[in-house]
């Protein structure tokens, strides 16, 4: 005879195959998803979430958004590899749609969000040493603290958090780290050897840091002043979230490149990029640099997709509509339970009363209520639901938050 353990279930069953057949480099809630729609999945229980993560903003458009998917699935039909060895006919649409979205001259795409950074560095030291002319081997490059850029070495080497970079040295060497929002800071860090200045329009993983308002033209200012790169990691920030196309546009700067990832795959493929004027990325010559899945015909088919979507301004729009009902809801939580709220568009870090719960409990209940979120730096927890979310999705996401930190 069968004994059958009622209290287990298909989702603890799969949560206990992962601890056991998988790195521990991630800390999941115990949610295991079966399928997707909008902004809603369902785990192996058959229980329904709203996704207020949203794939840290790579999933900008929802799951499987239709004109996404189908473009995806026109080009499964026809060819999704051929290396850059060869040109294929979604190359140059995508790579020029890109470019004009972001109102400049040359697209050059890559994979993961990390590998668009390292080329953004590349690039900057590149063009340091052919057309500034800093001395070999001289180029600095000026960062934020509490910065997160990706996990590469180089990149993990001007981390300031130490779970993000001990253990992995010797570290890459000519960054310069300075207080995010202190401008005086960032120029005073700049000398003749200085490339670059890399920063995120708003600190994504530092808890949805916005800096104060003026700081970015002022960056952009002194930038162009010194001679000096304004690199825009916009990976998290960008594509709609914020409620303009990027987040630099609230405050109508513009970088010398943007780098961009995460939504640019529309939650289908890894798709990055970096975007410049060809004075800047017009530095690299064949062989310098590459990656042979960057670029691909797949990638330039979903990455066209999602340029198409963003050209209609309607994600901005809602961004901008539904973001200001959410901060507006958000903010009638504070002294409730919630100590601080921040952010702009659909995106929100909220710092829960840290004597009430961790982030990661308040992340916990969330999910049992069927919303998933994820908290970040012990008591703050992450909102970026996707932009095809509704007005009342919003409130039903807000009203859950305002249960649990008062049960
Ligand atoms: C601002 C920013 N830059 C870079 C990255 C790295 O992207 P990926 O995880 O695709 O390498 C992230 C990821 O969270 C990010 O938020």
């Known amino acids: 005879m069968t004994i059958v353990d009622v209290n287990r279930t298909a989702s603890a069953d799969a949560v206990a195959e992962a601890e056991r057949w998988t790195a521990h480099n991630y800390h999941p809630l115990p949610v295991v998803i079966a399928d997707a729609d909008g902004a809603w999945v369902t785990d192996v229980d058959g229980r329904r979430y709203?996704?207020?993560?949203?794939?840290?903003?790579?999933?900008?458009?929802?799951?499987?958004?239709?004109?996404?998917?189908?473009?995806?699935?026109?080009?499964?039909?026809?060819?999704?590899?051929?290396?850059?060895?060869?040109?294929?006919?979604?190359?140059?649409?995508?790579?020029?749609?890109?470019?004009?979205?972001?109102?400049?001259?040359?697209?050059?795409?890559?994979?993961?969000?990390?590998?668009?950074?390292?080329?953004?560095?590349?690039?900057?030291?590149?063009?340091?040493?052919?057309?500034?002319?800093?001395?070999?081997?001289?180029?600095?490059?000026?960062?934020?603290?509490?910065?997160?850029?990706?996990?590469?070495?180089?990149i993990v080497s001007f981390s300031t958090d130490p779970d993000a970079r001990a253990d992995y040295g010797p570290y890459t060497p000519g960054f310069r780290i300075v207080p995010y929002g202190d401008a005086a800071a960032l120029e005073a860090a700049i000398d003749d050897t200085t490339v670059a200045v890399l920063l995120e329009p708003i600190q994504g993983e530092a808890g949805v840091i916005v800096p104060p308002v003026g700081y970015l033209p002022a960056v952009r200012e002194i930038c162009t002043r010194l001679g000096v790169l304004f690199l825009a990691d916009e990976i998290q920030s960008g594509l709609g979230r914020t409620g303009d196309t990027f987040a630099c546009d609230h405050e109508g700067v513009v970088p010398d490149m943007y780098v961009l990832g995460k939504a640019l795959g529309g939650g289908i493929v890894p798709v990055s990029a970096v975007v410049a004027r060809s004075a800047v990325l017009g530095v690299l010559r064949p062989g310098e640099h590459g990656s042979t899945f960057g670029g691909n015909p797949l990638a330039c088919a979903v990455g066209s997709a999602v340029v198409d979507l963003l050209r209609t301004g309607e994600y901005q729009e809602r961004a901008r509509t539904l973001g200001a009902v959410l901060h507006d809801r958000l903010r009638g939580l504070v002294g409730n339970g919630v100590t601080g709220v921040r952010g702009r568009g659909l995106w929100a870090g909220v710092d829960i009363e840290p004597t009430l719960m961790t982030g990661r409990q308040a992340c916990e209940r969330l999910a049992a209520v069927g919303v998933l979120a994820k908290d970040t730096h012990g008591s703050t927890i992450r909102l970026a639901p996707p932009l095809v979310v509704t007005e009342k999705e919003v409130h039903f996401l807000v009203d859950r938050l305002g249960e649990i930190i008062t049960a």
């Open 50 to 154: 709203l996704d207020c993560l949203a794939g840290y903003s790579a999933l900008n458009f929802g799951h499987r958004h239709p004109a996404l998917v189908d473009a995806a699935r026109k080009q499964l039909e026809r060819v999704t590899l051929t290396s850059r060895a060869f040109l294929h006919d979604q190359f140059a649409p995508f790579c020029r749609g890109l470019a004009e979205l972001c109102g400049t001259e040359l697209t050059l795409p890559m994979n993961t969000g990390a590998e668009a950074v390292e080329t953004a560095i590349k690039v900057a030291r590149k063009w340091g040493y052919r057309i500034k002319g800093v001395p070999d081997g001289q180029a600095s490059i000026v960062v934020a603290a509490d910065n997160f850029h990706g996990r590469t070495t180089t």
